[in-house]
């Protein structure tokens, strides 16, 4: 055996289950956006990225040099209508013969210029009827793409107090997301997306995880919520609304990305991978504690603009399962008994030793196992490939 593994495995207390850990990182999986792959921007530019992906096609090709890379990342979000084509089969196919799938649909309900007052809560019933028609057309795509998962967002809000009735608008809303709820296949579920600001900067129809929350448990069993983790006022303990939801069963799917400040799409992990650990740990103790996988939709969702997309990607990846890592090396009984004990010292101190432990030589013999490289990132770096789409795309 590898002496840095020999090392790695000799650092770990009694009461971690090695075993089982690798067994859970071997499983792991997350979803990447299409639109991650995409030229993007601020609200002031959009910089051109030299072989930034432009077609579904393109986006596609990315995202399986992720998979290649890292192996974990097998499906591919898509955003409609961003990656709207004439014939989705061909997407289907494409996609299977890079080894990928078709993971969550996501309406757009934000660019029309009808959308200025809203989408499913907008007061007309005309537009409330043309959203609702385009979130249909997207539940179509997902029967095409064998997709599971009906993702929504809404920029829907106010921007002056009075603009809107808050009840009138939750009520629109409500009658719409029931025709939605009612159009989903049985093996299909729609997760809730929440924001507390922006476009919108008075009020947020559906602003935080209470709403989304509230909205999924009126709508039934396959409406859950989506936490996308730059979507909370700062200082927010995002771990609790994890430990929350998955208590409820409400919790849905991640969007993960990073914030400093507001919804910045930063890479994630880039600012606080601690909190990344925190929110791993409790998917971790969660899981364990209900004794059964969780049914939870990883997803990363960043429009990084100024790092190159695809290594960002990678990064990003390889930032997720280190934090899932960590927390697998969490000794779940000693952290119990200091809980039980009150030993605020011992219980934060193990969580630490967990967030602290390196877990290169773990997950260098993961990636082994899985046939993907070592060094991902480093990997693809070193593989032309960014020179070779800058050179084929323009
Ligand atoms: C909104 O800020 C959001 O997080 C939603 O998930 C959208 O679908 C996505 O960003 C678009 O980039
Ligand atoms: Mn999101």
């Given at each position: 055996?590898?002496?840095?593994?020999?090392?790695?495995?000799?650092?770990?207390?009694?009461?971690?289950?090695?075993?089982?850990?690798?067994?859970?990182?071997?499983?792991?999986?997350?979803?990447?956006?299409?639109?991650?792959?995409?030229?993007?921007?601020?609200?002031?530019?959009?910089?051109?990225?030299?072989?930034?992906?432009?077609?579904?096609?393109?986006?596609?090709d990315?995202?399986?040099?992720?998979?290649?890379?890292?192996?974990?990342?097998?499906?591919?979000?898509?955003?409609?209508?961003?990656?709207?084509?004439?014939?989705?089969?061909?997407?289907?196919?494409?996609?299977?013969?890079?080894?990928?799938?078709?993971?969550?649909?996501?309406?757009?309900?934000?660019?029309?210029?009808?959308?200025?007052?809203?989408?499913?809560?907008?007061?007309?019933?005309?537009?409330?009827?043309?959203?609702?028609?385009?979130?249909?057309?997207?539940?179509?795509i997902?029967?095409?793409t064998?997709?599971?998962i009906?993702?929504?967002?809404?920029?829907?809000?106010t921007?002056?107090p009075?603009q809107?009735?808050?009840?009138?608008?939750?009520?629109?809303?409500?009658?719409?997301?029931?025709?939605?709820?009612?159009?989903?296949?049985?093996?299909?579920?729609?997760?809730?997306?929440?924001?507390?600001?922006?476009p919108?900067?008075?009020?947020?129809?559906?602003?935080?995880?209470?709403?989304?929350?509230?909205?999924?448990?009126?709508?039934?069993?396959?409406?859950?919520?989506?936490?996308?983790?730059?979507?909370?006022?700062?200082?927010?303990?995002?771990?609790?609304?994890v430990?929350?939801l998955?208590?409820?069963?409400?919790?849905?799917?991640?969007?993960?990305?990073?914030?400093?400040?507001?919804d910045?799409?930063?890479?994630?992990?880039?600012?606080?991978?601690?909190?990344?650990f925190?929110?791993?740990?409790?998917?971790?103790?969660?899981?364990?504690?209900?004794?059964?996988?969780?049914?939870?939709?990883?997803?990363i969702?960043?429009?990084?603009?100024?790092?190159?997309?695809?290594?960002?990607?990678?990064?990003?990846?390889?930032?997720?399962?280190?934090?899932?890592?960590?927390a697998?090396?969490?000794?779940?009984?000693?952290?119990?008994?200091?809980?039980?004990?009150?030993?605020?010292?011992?219980?934060?101190?193990?969580?630490?030793?967990?967030?602290?432990?390196d877990?290169?030589?773990?997950?260098?013999?993961?990636?082994?196992?899985?046939?993907?490289?070592?060094?991902?990132?480093?990997a693809?770096?070193?593989?032309?490939?960014?020179?070779?789409?800058?050179?084929?795309?323009?």
């Open positions: 055996m590898d002496q840095a593994y020999a090392r790695f495995q000799k650092s770990l207390t009694d009461g971690v289950d090695l075993v089982k850990a690798r067994e859970r990182l071997l499983s792991q999986e997350i979803e990447t956006p299409s639109w991650g792959y995409a030229d993007s921007g601020t609200r002031f530019q959009v910089f051109h990225q030299p072989g930034a992906a432009r077609t579904v096609f393109e986006k596609l990315d995202a399986a040099m992720v998979h290649q890379m890292t192996g974990i990342t097998p499906s591919v979000a898509l955003h409609i209508p961003w990656d709207k084509v004439d014939d989705y089969q061909k997407v289907v196919d494409y996609a299977e013969e890079l080894g990928l799938t078709i993971g969550a649909i996501n309406p757009n309900l934000f660019q029309e210029p009808e959308y200025k007052l809203g989408s499913l809560c907008h007061p007309d019933a005309a537009i409330r009827k043309k959203a609702l028609d385009h979130i249909l057309e997207c539940i179509e997902m029967n095409i064998g997709s599971k009906l993702s929504l967002w809404l920029a829907d809000g921007n002056y009075g809107d009735d808050f009840r009138d608008r939750k009520k629109r809303l409500e009658d719409t997301l029931e025709v939605v709820y009612e159009a989903l296949g049985d093996d299909q579920r729609m997760l809730i997306e929440y924001k507390f600001f922006e919108a900067f008075y009020h947020t129809d559906i602003a935080d995880w209470g709403m989304a929350t509230l909205l999924a448990m009126k709508l039934g069993p396959r409406a859950q919520t989506l936490v996308d983790l730059g979507h909370h006022p700062l200082g927010t303990n995002i771990e609790q609304i430990a929350y998955i208590d409820e069963g409400k919790l849905g799917g991640f969007h993960f990305n990073s914030k400093k400040y507001a910045d799409d930063l890479t994630t992990g880039s600012i606080n991978p601690y909190e990344l925190l929110i791993y740990n409790e998917l971790v103790a969660g899981a364990e504690d209900l004794q059964e996988d969780l049914d939870v939709a990883y997803m969702d960043q429009s990084h603009n100024v790092k190159p997309k695809v290594a960002a990607m990678i990064q990003s990846v390889e930032q997720i399962q280190m934090a899932y890592a960590k697998l090396l969490v000794d779940r009984l000693s952290l119990r008994k200091a809980q039980r004990e009150g030993d605020i010292i011992g219980a934060e101190s193990i969580l630490r030793a967990a967030y602290d432990c877990v290169t030589a773990l997950l260098a013999d993961i990636r082994e196992e899985m046939g993907v490289p070592v060094n991902p990132l480093k693809y770096r070193q593989s032309g490939y960014e020179d070779k789409i800058a050179r084929e795309r323009g």
